[in-house]
């Protein structure tokens, strides 16, 4: 019964989005494929071991780095990237240097992972299904929580409790996280709530406070720079792209836009944050979707794109992530599933990186 309650309900959300989902046109964003330049001396910042602030740079490469996978996550020290081989799958970790992969998770029995992120100090925090349940479905959404695993990979994955719809926050200087409880994990209890806590290095999810309530579905997305605040994504209709202060309290709509705009990685200077969007189409939710640059200052009136594997039919970019130099992004392109009730983000087909760069005299 809960299920056909929550189904119910995520169909008429995909309605709403069906009428309330509309295309911006070119004129609402800069299309940075319309600026690069072809360069004979590219000059790449993250290589000579700088920095780079976020929104200076217009140039840029794109490569694959992997031909499966999903859900890419940026280690601390950004040499290695973690990603998902599948939904429901095992955690796989790809050396940036020698391109060498190995899967972090294979020697150990679990029940499938969903996401991963890397603590400040290396540890994986794992999302992942306490255990128990059959369907994807209600695996994605009613029994996800954290597991905990060292740096080392020599313990296996440990259920930490936790339990909280979709993704979550992971900060990057400190062992803070956020996540989120709404009348969809939990049906129908009222209000969502956004939490923020810290896993202790024993691994234990400690000093939770709640930060946010909402009537909608919420989603955490990323900390701000020294943990000030959060980047989140608030479901109605058209998803709205937010973002919110802790000391004052105070939510910022970023894009207030029609179309469906959801965000994800924040750049290092908290300057600009990445955001999954659809208003060069204004097709029903993620269905589209490329990835953006999105400049937060409360306007939404800078807005870039970087992507068009939407251009391909049945195809998309998406969950984009920012290296911690803030010089390179690591996404996954997509192509459309069936079961789109357990995978509205569609399968995994590789983690692909883009590198700013800028052109030498």
């Not at 609402?28 to 910042?45: G, H, M, T, V």
């Not at 209000?191 to 806590?197: G, L, N, Q, R, T």
């Not at 400690?206 to 997305?221: F, G, K, T, W």
Request: net charge negative; hydrophobic share 35%.
């Amino acid at each position: 019964m809960k299920k056909l309650l929550v189904i119910g309900s995520c169909l008429l959300i995909a309605a709403c989005s069906f009428f309330y989902s509309e295309k911006l046109g070119p004129e609402s964003y800069r299309d940075l494929a319309d600026f690069q330049e072809n360069c004979a001396d590219k000059i790449f910042p993250c290589r000579q071991g700088l920095k780079c602030a976020s929104g200076a740079y217009d140039n840029y490469t794109l490569t694959q780095l992997t031909d499966f996978g999903q859900r890419a996550e940026w280690s601390p020290d950004s040499k290695k990237i973690a990603f998902l081989d599948k939904d429901d799958g095992d955690i796989y970790e790809v050396v940036l240097e020698t391109k060498k992969v190995r899967c972090v998770t294979c020697q150990y029995k679990h029940t499938g992972f969903s996401r991963v992120h890397y603590l400040n100090n290396g540890d994986y925090l794992l999302l992942g299904p306490k255990g128990g349940v059959e369907s994807n479905f209600a695996k994605r959404y009613f029994n996800t929580g954290f597991y905990f695993m060292p740096a080392d990979a020599s313990l296996p994955p440990k259920w930490i409790g936790g339990l909280h719809y979709e993704g979550v926050a992971v900060s990057k200087n400190s062992r803070q996280i956020a996540y989120s409880r709404t009348w969809f994990d939990r049906p129908f209890i009222f209000p969502s709530v956004m939490y923020v806590a810290d896993v202790s290095p024993e691994g234990e999810i400690i000093n939770r406070r709640a930060v946010y309530y909402s009537m909608n579905l919420i989603e955490p997305q990323d900390f701000f720079p020294n943990n000030k605040g959060l980047t989140f994504s608030r479901y109605t209709p058209n998803y709205d792209a937010l973002t919110i202060d802790f000391e004052t309290g105070l939510v910022v709509d970023q894009v207030k836009s029609p179309a469906t705009e959801e965000m994800e990685g924040i750049f290092p200077d908290g300057q600009f944050s990445l955001m999954e969007s659809d208003r060069h189409s204004g097709l029903i939710g993620e269905m589209d979707i490329d990835i953006y640059m999105l400049k937060l200052d409360g306007t939404g009136k800078d807005v870039r794109r970087l992507t068009h594997f939407s251009d391909e039919p049945d195809q998309k970019a998406n969950n984009p992530v920012v290296s911690p130099e803030g010089c390179r992004i690591a996404f996954t392109k997509s192509v459309r599933a069936e079961d789109w009730t357990s995978q509205s983000h569609g399968i995994g087909a590789g983690v692909y990186i883009i590198e700013f760069y800028t052109c030498g005299s």
